[in-house]
């Protein structure tokens, strides 16, 4: 269908719709939140912080994704609120069927069911921006039909817009940090979110970065029943990382070390990350031999220089070379430096890079629970820029530190034990950024996608 006649573009009625159903649903946590700082306690930031999950579970969208997204970052958001909007992914209700055969008819066409020689009434799964059905296609592969819910195209529009006035809720900024890129940043992930057929390119693109790694598993993408609102894949099943978390020592390392080159190796050869942390998207197989990797919508695919930056940034680090970790953030694209920043920013690396600089078989963060990890040295960070900052914190940078953070956690969760020092020089071999420009150029080309 022609951009032009697609009915569910960006349309400025449904924009204004959902701008009045969300700020409806936000309005009376809004009101509890402000009276909860008037009176003070524990209590009443609890009752809000549950209020805040419910509104933002009835908006059903882009904006519950960035709850969720928020709720990840560490000490953006107080205790209470990011423990109650961590759990809107997994409590989002499921559309029925009536809308489903809707949605489906207005994909594949009145004789979609014709397809299919199976397909689920119920969703196997539900989320914000869509749900997933389990069917059969008539050669008898089992598949998942991953359907977004209507009008997406103009909830993100909407929820962007109200994104701004969510951060002033909680009244977190104080100064510390410029958002404008972080929004920007997260409202060009939630487009591409969108965009199925984006997503099946991405699930190429990672074929392609991982084929080497026999270990993990892509589920393969069905074309001739998806479109750009409908993703048919393989249908793949494993086990969830926390039943391995009894495991022997040996069997739940063996799965962390697979878990550093699925996400490591797309980073340092392809400048490629799987920008989300979510422990769902990871099941374990093979009796902990395996891995399936799941959901491509949020792909990051970053300038080969900015991964350049991630490597002097750990070489200076290595080095203890002050001069050398402020070229690489300017590398980054951090603006507004000085000094001061610098040497805050520091403490946020040494705790990124930290597992990354000891050459000795360690913990990821010693004696910190998952839920936890970077509370303590975000908070000394924010602290001492509301002293010396605002810094700008380049957009490229906002998803590499969440998935950073998701993969510490999954590291912590199965309380794995490596050298990840040898790790990560064993992925640097033969590293330049020229090298790295090479094969993304190739591994996009392959894959149908742009940078």
């Known amino acids: 269908m022609a951009d032009n006649q697609d009915p569910e573009r960006n349309r400025l009625s449904a924009r204004l719709r959902r701008t009045a159903r969300v700020g409806g649903n936000l309005s009376g946590a809004g009101l509890s939140f402000a009276a909860n700082r008037f009176f003070g306690g524990d209590e009443r930031e609890e009752k809000t912080a549950r209020a805040l999950a419910t509104a933002l579970g009835k908006t059903k969208g882009p904006l519950m994704k960035v709850a969720q997204l928020l709720s990840t970052i560490p000490d953006f958001l107080p205790a209470e609120y990011a423990e109650e909007l961590s759990q809107l992914q997994a409590q989002a209700p499921s559309m029925g069927w009536p809308f ?40 008898g592969r089992e598949v998942a039909c ?28 104080d100064g510390s940090i410029d958002p404008e890129e972080i929004i920007e940043e997260i409202a060009d992930r939630l487009r591409e979110e969108l965009d199925y057929g984006r997503e099946r390119r991405a699930m190429r ?16 993408p069905v074309d001739e029943v998806s479109t750009d609102r409908l993703l048919t ?52 197989t093979k009796e902990g031999e395996g891995l399936n990797l799941l959901d491509f919508g949020c792909i990051r695919i970053f300038p080969p220089n900015f991964v350049g930056g991630v490597v002097d940034l750990y070489r200076a680090m290595l080095a203890d070379d002050f001069d050398a970790a402020y070229a690489a953030y300017e590398k980054w694209g951090f603006r507004n430096l000085n000094k001061d920043l610098v040497e805050t920013l520091n403490i946020w690396a040494r705790f990124i890079y930290g597992p990354l600089l000891e050459d000795r078989v360690r913990s990821v963060a010693d004696g910190v629970a998952p839920g936890e990890y970077g509370r303590k040295q975000a908070f000394e960070v924010r602290q001492k820029l509301k002293e010396k900052g605002p810094v700008t914190i380049p957009r490229e940078f906002v998803f590499m530190d969440r998935a950073a953070i998701g993969l510490g956690a999954a590291y912590l969760r199965l309380g794995a034990e490596l050298n990840y020092h040898q790790l990560f020089e064993e992925s ?10 090479e094969r993304q150029s190739d591994a996009l080309s392959k894959a149908g996608l742009s940078g």
């Open 100 to 139: 489903v055969k809707r949605r489906m008819r207005a994909e594949l066409g009145a004789d979609w069911q014709d397809k299919f020689a199976s397909f689920g009434k119920e969703a196997a799964h539900a989320a914000s921006l869509g749900q997933v059905h389990k069917a059969t296609l008539p050669d």
């Open 146 to 173: 991953k359907l977004q819910y209507p009008d997406m195209a103009s909830a993100v529009e909407s929820d962007v817009g109200q994104l701004k006035s969510l951060l002033g809720l909680f009244k977190r900024m």
């Open 205 to 220: 693109l990672y074929r392609e970065m991982l084929e080497p790694k026999a270990f993990v598993h892509i589920p393969e």
């Open 233 to 284: 894949m393989e249908w793949v099943s494993g086990d969830p990382l926390s039943s391995y978390q009894d495991a022997s020592q040996e069997t739940r390392n063996g799965i962390a070390k697979r878990l550093f080159w699925t996400w490591w190796l797309p980073m340092t050869r392809y400048a490629v990350i799987h920008g989300d942390p979510h422990l769902g998207n990871y099941q374990v």
């Open 428 to 437: 640097l071999e033969g590293f330049s950024e020229a090298a790295v420009a």
